[in-house]
């Protein structure tokens, strides 16, 4: 009877969180769509979140589109289809692992800051001081955050795509693939199906990266530890949530495209 | 100007306030006084409308704002200044985007305009000109509560100031700063206020009458000589301690020295002991 009335309750919490993560996403994406919006802000965190993130994203992309070249191009080559390298670089990158891989970066940085920050304004009466000024704190904290990302996670998963791709190339010229074969073999299968499929996934990772953060950083209790919690929280659930949402849109967008 | 009637407010379950009710008039100094979680501070926060009541009803000029929608509270902020505990004082921004911040963000002032109001409210809390670019960080506890009473002053004049615990973890010094600021705000600007302590002296000091909770109830409320003079176990015990105090430092004075007392008529008053 205990078991049952524990399940219950558990039951019970799962579904009052889902409720209150929805209504609290329903809300960012109202607010983020109508004005006033907060200028100043939302050119710091762009910066923040663009700027600051560009080092790390290049790093990733660099060495991991390298690292995947290099096992294609050895596949490729022994079985006589190392001028396919292109093809499957664009495929795995720009398809896949690119938007993936730079949300997961991203993520990993950016809910930190985000949820970090936030949680330790709630709990320094910060938030509570906004709302007493006038000031509403979704506008405020939450939609700079959300155009912040919206605007730098495609823009940086570009980036990373491109240097990943190139990347390939390079690696392709030590298997004695010409830069014009593999340049080719890109650009016949960088097809705009193929670039949608790749940057739907950012503007959705971005969207779902920010309100995580901002709802853990909002719903953060009990001081420093309850801000610590909060922040690994945001963190595990917006890396999992990528790829439970690159799963999902994949699936989706193969149907939709009836690939 | 103040009046609660019958709240009741509970959070997750738990009851924080049970039937309080008490009023505030207009230019007076209420003070609630009360040990840690006896609801002192969620008084405050429903009188901002940061949370609202289960039931019961709270006025602010005859407007009950339990019954508001978030843009009319909105309006009705402008005419409260609230003083958080420990200040909450933006730490992104400096002492001069703080203080201004409310003209900045909803005022039609220019940028000379807002910093000649800043200047003015540093001036007016008893700090330096020249704090106006450092980071609250760079401040004193003492400093950062005179910041922060400096930032609800300076957002549209407020005729209502709420003080949440402002001496809490400040030297004597401090404290006895911040508490002749409030006594100033009220006797020479006519300022109603609500001032959450648990300090006794600065309650006796401030306080015109004072509110004593006990597990979320009223377990007094009247005149702070009243309060000395209540036979009531609970009070008595809260103001042991503090008598004791007073008393040792009253021996400690040389013979003649205890004509520097307090005039609040109060056999407990005398300042931080």
Known sequence: ?259 | MIELRDVDYSINGRTILTGVSFSVARGETRVILGPSGSGKSTILRLLMGLVRPDSGSILIDGEDITQLDEERLRQIRQHIGMVFQQGALFDSMTVGENIGFSLLEHGQEGEAEVEAAVLRHLVLVGLDEDLIDRMPDELSGGMQRRVAIARALAARDPRILLYDEPTTGLDPQSSARITDLILELRDSYGKTSVMVTHDIADAFKVGNRITMLDEGRIAFDGLADDLDRSPLPLIEEFLAPFRKAVAAAYRRLPPGGGAGRASTGSSLSGGTP
């Open chain 1, 1 to 259: 009877m205990e078991l049952i009335i524990a399940i219950r309750e558990r039951l019970r919490r799962i579904l009052i969180t889902v409720q209150e993560f929805s209504l609290f996403t329903v809300a960012v994406l109202r607010a983020t769509f109508t004005p006033p919006f907060h200028a100043t802000e939302t050119v710091q965190q762009l910066y923040f979140a663009g700027i600051g993130s560009l080092t790390i994203v290049v790093l990733t992309a660099a060495v991991a589109g390298q690292a995947l070249a290099l096992q294609l191009a050895r596949e490729l080559s022994n079985s006589g289809a190392k001028s396919e390298l292109g093809h499957f670089m664009v495929i795995s990158v720009v398809r896949a692992l690119g938007p993936v891989l730079t949300g997961m970066v991203v993520a990993s940085r950016m809910s930190a800051g985000i949820t970090a920050e936030i949680g330790a304004m709630r709990s320094s009466d910060q938030i509570d001081a906004l709302v007493a000024f006038g000031t509403d704190p979704m506008k405020r904290l939450v939609v700079p955050r959300v155009i912040a990302l919206l605007v730098s996670l495609p823009a940086l998963t570009i980036i990373g795509d491109a240097l990943a791709v190139g990347g390939g190339g390079l690696v392709g010229l030590q298997y004695h693939l010409p830069w014009p074969m593999y340049v080719n073999g890109v650009l016949k299968y960088l097809t705009p199906k193929n670039l949608l499929v790749g940057m739907i996934k950012p503007f959705l990772f971005a969207i779902m990266i920010t309100v995580v953060a901002c709802w853990k950083g909002f719903g953060s209790e009990g001081g420093a530890k309850g801000v610590g919690a909060s922040t690994t929280e945001s963190v595990v659930i917006s890396s999992v949530g990528i790829l439970v949402l690159d799963g999902v849109l994949t699936r989706l967008v193969f149907r939709l495209l009836d690939w």
